[in-house]
């Protein structure tokens, strides 16, 4: 299995709505990442977890709330978001953090997000 | 902080054609690694060829290369041969050693023409 896998594929929420973004891998990556992505843009990182700490928050707003309940999975959970925050959210993986030589990070198809 | 620029917003080329896609980046660190990456419209990002900045043999992967210029910071890609799956955004990216934090550079649209 090398793949990133991102449910839902779409998502549409309202300001006060709470909703949780969900990413798995099965390839024993023990590095996991968080970006959000806007149309014709570049991913911007928000969150990475490492060996299921989180190791960089790039001061993100508190009501994006990660998670990494184990080292396969990694949430992502919405709370009074604003629809500037609609976007395409990528989760990604690398193998290790510490190895440079495996640093590469495999992405997921990504969650797009509507807030209204 | 490390930068990465991509002047080229967007490119085109005639299929069975060489492109070629720069990207420049700017750092004060001495062993870190560069990635470009393919997003086509609506589809994943994947890994089109990395390169890491102690080699200085260019990295090859089929019909995709590099240039690597470590001393003037910069990467280029050359796609030979360009078929109309090669249309899509790519990413130059830098990746800082045993950081996990990549910077990614603005992107450049590649148009595939028939």
């Known amino acids: 299995d090398t793949e990133v896998t991102q449910t839902p594929k779409h998502l549409v929420m309202g300001m006060t709505n709470k909703k949780s973004l969900k990413c798995e891998q099965h390839?024993?990556?023990?590095?996991m990442y968080w970006y959000k992505q806007k149309a014709k843009k570049p991913p911007e990182l928000m969150f990475v977890?490492?060996?299921?700490?989180?190791?960089i928050n790039e001061s993100v707003p508190s009501r994006f709330s990660p998670e990494c309940p184990n080292s396969s999975l990694l949430n992502l959970h919405l709370h009074a978001l604003q629809p500037e925050d609609s976007a395409l959210y990528l989760c990604?993986?690398?193998?290790?953090?510490?190895?440079?030589?495996?640093?590469?990070?495999?992405f997921g198809p990504g969650t797009r997000l509507t807030v209204l | 902080a490390q930068t990465v620029t991509q002047s080229q917003p967007e490119m085109s080329v005639q299929e069975a054609e060489t492109v070629t896609l720069s990207c420049t980046y700017d750092?004060?660190?001495?062993?870190?690694?560069l990635f470009w990456y393919k997003q086509p419209p609506s589809r994943q990002m994947i890994l089109v060829i990395r390169?890491?900045?102690?080699?200085?043999q260019n990295a090859t992967e089929n019909r995709f290369s590099v240039n690597f210029q470590k001393a003037a910071k910069s990467f280029s890609l050359k796609i030979s041969d360009s078929q109309l799956g090669d249309a899509a955004m790519y990413f130059c990216a830098y990746l800082e050693t045993n950081a996990g934090k990549s910077t990614f550079g603005d992107g450049t649209t590649l148009t595939v023409k028939p």
């Open positions: 990604a993986s690398s193998q290790d953090p510490g190895l440079a030589d495996y640093n590469e990070q495999f």
């Open positions: 977890y490492s060996y299921e700490k989180l190791s």
């Open positions: 390169q890491e900045a102690y080699k200085q």
């Open positions: 390839m024993g990556h023990r590095a």
């Open positions: 750092t004060s660190e001495s062993d870190y690694y």
